[in-house]
């Protein structure tokens, strides 16, 4: 066959086989009834104040691809942020290869930010690429919608039956035209029914429906309070975006109580807030709207105790009232295992882990002859001896009101009792022999028939004497046992369930005990060590009780001359010979670092340091020391109970929440909140629109007690909060130290938009 032939051919196969190719797609189009795009890729779009939203659904057997997808402004106003995009669906496709696509539903967040004034509209232009699951393609997409933005409209007043929503939908593309607009679907129409009660109705059009709990109502206004939004029962749906949900398919009336300051009649601004859906799958963004209802004369008085009550019903419950509820209206033996299971994780707080190095001197000073047994006997008595004088001290403080922490953290209080961990230690030193008096352990061993009854009576002592440790701190479930005792006069319950949390707070160190039987050496040198060990614990167990009083630099100071002897002990400046043990060796190593640091650490205290972290952060002119001073907290100090009202109505003035922090320089836990807390970024931001108020009750003087009296606060760290209307938030108060993630999160529930004068369902 010749050449020329033998190609006309080939080109002839080539251009049938391409042909078939080319129909085998639109066969299978046709055959599998292939939507046009914009059947296939629907949207909504609407502006949210501060970024376009954009809800996209697509229909099943369909995808879009996430790195196909742009979005523009064509005006030089508005200037598009990053677009945040969700997580898409892994796919591997032939066109693409592998690619991230959407499904189903999802959506697009444009934040902006506008230069100069805001226009009306602005075309938002968008582009999109996806396919179907049958192997066809469809070429890129590119649509336009005017938007309304947010910006542009007063948000001053809107009248009844204006249609001029905030955050409306703008229009819709292709297929969504068959959509109504969020105004259209969703009308919201307030109605005065007397002075101090209004009518929140939603009309709902047919093939729409609104979630129950997405209905909200807040005022902005110092002259009204509103009550909870009572509404009547919804329909239960299975929404496949959030769950089982109750909703209205129909027309909602609901009915607002408020109190009034003045009975005259007036202008109120309400702001209602709603979200729905349609039937056929397209949801609306979240809409708040605006509204003027004119106001009746009111019976004020009346109507501000209903909504009082209401408000109460409908208020959160702090952790210790929750368990004060617990003790009186639980059996006893619930209320014991709650509470000795809340003592047994505040065992492992730092006011509670000082007492092992005790418990471990004790032990320690028994010699070479102590076994499990013997260790666990020692360990109870020291437990039950803290345990009843702990509880004991706070039925007498219940009883007659009186501040058991700071009863606890005088000045000559921890002197006193710094000074006897003194002494243990230098026992443990070997200086002196420590053991109570002969005529004393004779006259017990006559009456118990057992020489060791001494020690157990030492032991029981000295566990008595560590109470004084535990009460550096407060927790709820000790706020709680206090309160119940002083309000109710419960000294059984309330003296149970602190017994209860005592023992919990002692159990780990009964284990403690046994275990120091077998682990402490039994004879030699060894036990030496071990006791030279703990004596160095027992001092820095007496540096940390008096850093509650001592300045902070002075605290460093004797940080560093500890550390420095610990290392000088290790054998750090001792001279090694080719005969010295690996151990010794290892010790030297530790000991010349401890020496280093000890050193570093008193260098920095004489140059004004306090952290033990950074002893040399003084030395550093690049400011690194400012900005670390500059991340703490600015408080305004109040002292009486007038200086906390004026700043919480100047707070309320200029429109901002309140904490009031209660502190003091010996409590324990208020440091660890001004340190870890407090300095935490996400905190900060939280607290940007509260005014910071602090009470420094170190003094514990007659105007800090009727500081703390006022609101029932029986120590330190308590923090209460106040709404923009001035009020205080009961059930958001925080006892004890909180993480900074938590109390970020606290912070926002207890000082959000909601939280002045809202009612949401």
């Known amino acids: 066959m010749p050449e020329k032939m033998l190609n006309a051919l080939n080109s002839m196969l080539a251009a049938l086989l391409l042909t078939l190719l080319l129909a085998v797609p639109g066969a299978l189009a046709q055959d599998e009834d292939v939507l046009h795009p914009e059947e296939a890729y629907r949207y909504a779009v609407a502006d949210s104040g501060d970024a376009i939203e954009i809800d996209w659904v697509v229909e099943e057997g369909y995808y879009l691809y996430r790195n196909k997808m742009s979005y523009a402004s064509n005006s030089d106003a508005v200037v598009f942020g990053e677009v945040v995009l969700p997580e898409g669906l892994h796919h591997e496709d032939e066109f693409f290869g592998v690619q991230?696509?959407?499904?189903?539903?999802?959506?697009?967040?444009?934040?902006?930010?506008?230069?100069?004034?805001?226009?009306?509209?602005m075309d938002l232009v968008i582009k999109s690429q996806g396919c179907a699951d049958i192997g066809l393609c469809y070429p890129p997409q590119t649509w336009t919608e005017t938007v309304r933005l947010v910006r542009n409209l007063d948000r001053g007043k809107i009248q009844l039956g204006d249609v001029g929503t905030i955050g409306r939908f703008g229009s819709f593309g292709g297929a969504n035209d068959d959509f109504l607009p969020v105004d259209e679907a969703f009308q919201p129409i307030l109605t005065a029914l007397d002075g101090n009660t209004v009518?929140?109705?939603?009309?709902?059009?047919?093939?729409?429906?609104?979630?129950?709990?997405?209905?909200?109502?807040?005022?902005?206004?110092?002259?009204?309070?509103?009550?909870?939004?009572?509404?009547?029962?919804?329909?239960?749906?299975?929404?496949?975006?959030?769950?089982?949900?109750?909703?209205?398919?129909?027309?909602?009336?609901?009915?607002?109580?408020?109190?009034?300051?003045?009975?005259?009649?007036?202008d109120l601004d309400l702001e209602i807030g709603y979200q729905g859906c349609a039937d056929d799958g397209i949801c609306y963004p979240p809409v708040s709207k605006i509204i003027t209802v004119s106001l009746p004369g009111a019976t004020a008085v009346s109507a501000l105790a209903s909504v009082a009550a209401a408000n109460a019903s409908a208020a959160p419950v702090s952790e210790q009232a929750r368990l004060a509820q617990i003790i009186t209206g639980s059996g006893l033996g619930l209320v014991v295992a709650t509470f000795f299971g809340l003592g047994l994780l505040l065992a492992f707080t730092p006011c509670v882990l000082p007492m092992v190095p005790i418990l471990s001197g004790i032990i320690a000073g028994e010699g070479d002859n102590i076994s499990p047994a013997r260790?666990?006997?020692?360990?109870?008595?020291?437990?039950?001896?803290?345990?009843?004088?702990?509880?004991?001290?706070?039925v007498?403080?219940?009883?007659?009101?009186?501040?058991?922490?700071?009863?606890?953290?005088?000045?000559?209080?921890?002197?006193?009792?710094s000074s006897l961990f003194i002494v243990l230690a230098l026992g443990m030193f070997g200086m002196f022999e420590l053991q109570m008096p002969s005529a004393i352990q004779s006259r017990l061993a006559t009456i118990g028939g057992n020489q060791k009854t001494g020690t157990a009576i030492?032991?029981?002592?000295?566990?008595?004497?560590?109470?004084?440790?535990?009460?550096?701190?407060?927790?709820?479930?000790?706020?709680?046992?206090?309160?119940?005792?002083?309000?109710?006069?419960?000294?059984?319950?309330?003296?149970?369930?602190?017994?209860?949390?005592?023992?919990?707070?002692?159990?780990?160190?009964?284990?403690?005990?046994?275990?120091?039987?077998?682990?402490?050496?039994?004879?030699?040198?060894?036990?030496?060590?071990?006791?030279?060990?703990?004596?160095?614990?027992?001092?820095?167990?007496?540096?940390?009780?008096?850093?509650?009083?001592?300045?902070?630099?002075?605290?460093?100071?004797?940080?560093?001359?500890?550390?420095?002897?610990?290392?000088?002990?290790?054998?750090?400046?001792?001279?090694?010979?080719?005969?010295?043990?690996?151990?010794?060796?290892?010790?030297?190593?530790?000991?010349?670092?401890?020496?280093?640091?000890?050193?570093?650490?008193?260098?920095?205290?004489?140059?004004?340091?306090?952290?033990?972290?950074?002893?040399?952060?003084?030395?550093?002119?690049?400011?690194?020391?400012?900005?670390?001073?500059?991340?703490?907290?600015?408080?305004?100090?109040?002292?009486?109970?007038?200086?906390?009202?004026?700043?919480?109505?100047?707070?309320?003035?200029?429109?901002?929440?309140?904490?009031?922090?209660?502190?003091?320089?010996?409590?324990?836990?208020?440091?660890?909140?001004?340190?870890?807390?407090?300095?935490?970024?996400?905190?900060?931001?939280?607290?940007?629109?509260?005014?910071?108020?602090?009470?420094?009750?170190?003094?514990?003087?007659?105007?800090?007690?009727?500081?703390?009296?006022?609101?029932?606060?029986?120590?330190?760290?308590?923090?209460?909060?106040?709404?923009?209307?001035?009020?205080?938030?009961?059930?958001?108060?925080?006892?004890?130290?909180?993480?900074?993630?938590?109390?970020?999160?606290?912070?926002?529930?207890?000082?959000?938009?909601?939280?002045?004068?809202?009612?949401?369902?």
């Open 100 to 121: 991230q696509i959407y499904r189903d539903r999802f959506y697009v967040s444009i934040p902006y930010t506008v230069v100069g004034e805001a226009p009306a509209t």
């Open 199 to 266: 009518e929140v109705a939603i009309r709902v059009a047919a093939g729409y429906y609104l979630y129950k709990d997405k209905i909200s109502a807040t005022v902005d206004s110092d002259q009204v309070q509103l009550g909870k939004l009572e509404l009547p029962a919804g329909e239960m749906k299975t929404d496949q975006y959030f769950g089982n949900m109750e909703v209205y398919h129909f027309d909602v009336f609901g009915r607002l109580p408020m109190a009034r300051a003045t009975p005259e009649a007036m």
């Open 375 to 394: 260790g666990f006997s020692l360990a109870l008595s020291y437990v039950m001896g803290m345990a009843l004088v702990y509880t004991a001290a706070g």
């Open 396 to 417: 007498a403080a219940a009883a007659a009101g009186l501040q058991l922490q700071a009863m606890f953290n005088q000045p000559w209080v921890l002197v006193l009792f």
């Open 458 to 761: 030492g032991a029981f002592v000295m566990g008595a004497i560590s109470s004084l440790v535990v009460t550096a701190c407060v927790a709820p479930a000790l706020i709680a046992t206090l309160t119940v005792m002083a309000q109710t006069g419960d000294m059984v319950r309330g003296g149970t369930a602190l017994f209860a949390m005592s023992m919990g707070m002692g159990a780990p160190l009964l284990l403690v005990g046994a275990a120091q039987g077998k682990l402490l050496p039994k004879a030699g040198a060894w036990m030496v060590a071990v006791k030279s060990a703990f004596g160095f614990m027992m001092l820095g167990l007496a540096i940390w009780m008096m850093s509650r009083v001592l300045p902070d630099e002075v605290t460093l100071a004797l940080w560093g001359i500890l550390i420095f002897m610990a290392g000088v002990y290790l054998g750090g400046l001792t001279t090694l010979t080719s005969e010295s043990f690996g151990v010794q060796k290892l010790g030297k190593g530790f000991g010349l670092l401890a020496i280093i640091y000890g050193a570093v650490l008193l260098i920095g205290s004489l140059a004004g340091s306090d952290s033990m972290l950074r002893p040399l952060a003084a030395f550093n002119t690049g400011g690194g020391a400012i900005v670390a001073e500059q991340r703490e907290l600015a408080f305004q100090r109040i002292k009486t109970t007038a200086d906390l009202d004026a700043a919480v109505a100047a707070a309320a003035r200029q429109g901002k929440s309140a904490m009031l922090d209660f502190y003091a320089d010996w409590c324990v836990s208020c440091i660890e909140m001004e340190k870890y807390t407090f300095t935490d970024a996400g905190v900060q931001e939280a607290l940007s629109n509260t005014v910071l108020l602090q009470a420094d009750v170190t003094a514990n003087d007659d105007e800090d007690q009727a500081l703390l009296q006022r609101f029932g606060v029986f120590g330190p760290p308590t923090i209460i909060f106040f709404g923009a209307d001035g009020v205080q938030r009961h059930g958001f108060e925080v006892v004890g130290y909180m993480k900074a993630k938590d109390f970020a999160e606290h912070v926002r529930m207890a000082t959000g938009k909601n939280s002045t004068m809202s009612a949401q369902n």
